[in-house]
């Protein structure tokens, strides 16, 4: 019995949520070393799959479009800073909160989708982002006598890059660049921004620490494939909420690694993202069906 594309996806996807949440134990289990070292290695890792995959379709290694290229940098320029706040959330936060924030980047891609591509927002849609911003700052607790205050700031704002990064590739795929193009070109770019920063700060690493960034570059770089294939089987529209599943990954290693117990805040902050990542989910559905049937 053949499986449907659409149960594929959702495998896919679930599979690079796995992924992710691997890449950010690893991140932590590196230990007290530089974010820009930190930020090179794993992305050094993932441009040597992406030119594997590049060779191995016999795909150049240049846009389709020279009038792409702009799109390119800000993709790449976003999804390396959202690096840099993810990363920093991670190794000062419980795992699951740096995930769940990061996990605001599909409501920050609607906002940025808006502003810059000039799709349009219904009511529902500012309603199911602004109540998502609301679940964040119970994750985020803002307050001056909180010292996880910055790390939190930072994974909240690694999700603002990374849904600025989402939409250029939403941009960049409906003029037609290739998926691992786009991957190559992003990993190439952050780790050249990385370089002079890490040839001032480098840390001399131990053999594990090497270990723990490469297979967090073995695990980013499954991660942004199995993602890539999970929406090449299916529409975002019908597989786009299983993403969460990273949750569950997260919460898990991060207690039987570290020892990480989110608290009722954050558990509360997670129940309304996923919430409204539910609703805008079936929203979205339900309007598909409706305009199909016009």
């Not at 009038?67 to 800073?81: C, H, Y």
């Not at 906002?111 to 810059?116: C, T």
């Not at 001399?204 to 090449?232: D, E, H, K, N």
Request: hydrophobic share 50%; glycine share 8%.
């Amino acid at each position: 019995m053949k499986l449907p594309r659409k149960y594929k996806g959702i495998i896919c996807i679930i599979i690079s949520a796995f992924c992710f949440a691997v890449m950010a134990v690893f991140v932590r289990l590196s230990g007290d070393l530089p974010i820009f070292q930190k930020t090179f290695f794993r992305n050094f890792v993932a441009l040597f799959f992406a030119i594997g995959v590049l060779k191995k379709q016999h795909l150049p290694f240049r846009p389709k479009n020279k009038s792409m290229l702009q799109a390119l940098i800000v993709r790449a320029l976003a999804g390396t800073v959202g690096l840099f706040g993810n990363f920093y959330a991670i190794d000062h936060l419980v795992l699951s909160d740096a995930s769940m924030l990061n996990k605001m980047s599909p409501f920050f891609a609607i906002v940025f989708s808006y502003i810059f591509l000039k799709e349009k927002l219904t009511p529902f849609q500012i309603l199911a982002v602004s109540v998502a911003f609301g679940g964040s700052l119970l994750i985020i607790k803002p307050s001056f006598s909180n010292v996880s205050l910055l790390p939190a700031a930072a994974g909240f704002l690694g999700g603002m890059g990374a849904g600025l990064a989402y939409a250029c590739v939403r941009y960049l795929g409906s003029k037609g660049e290739n998926g691992p193009f786009i991957v190559a070109f992003f990993s190439a770019f952050s780790c050249l921004f990385c370089l002079p920063m890490l040839m001032i700060s480098y840390q001399p690493m131990t053999v594990t620490q090497l270990l723990c960034l490469l297979g967090a570059g073995a695990a980013a770089a499954g991660g942004q494939f199995s993602i890539t294939a999970a929406y090449s089987c299916a529409p975002a529209r019908e597989i786009s909420i299983y993403d969460y599943s990273q949750l569950i990954f997260s919460t898990t290693l991060g207690f039987w690694l570290f020892g990480d117990v989110p608290d009722v805040w954050s558990f509360l902050g997670y129940a309304i993202i996923i919430s409204m990542a539910l609703a805008n989910f079936i929203y979205n559905n339900k309007r598909h069906a409706k305009e199909s049937d016009q």
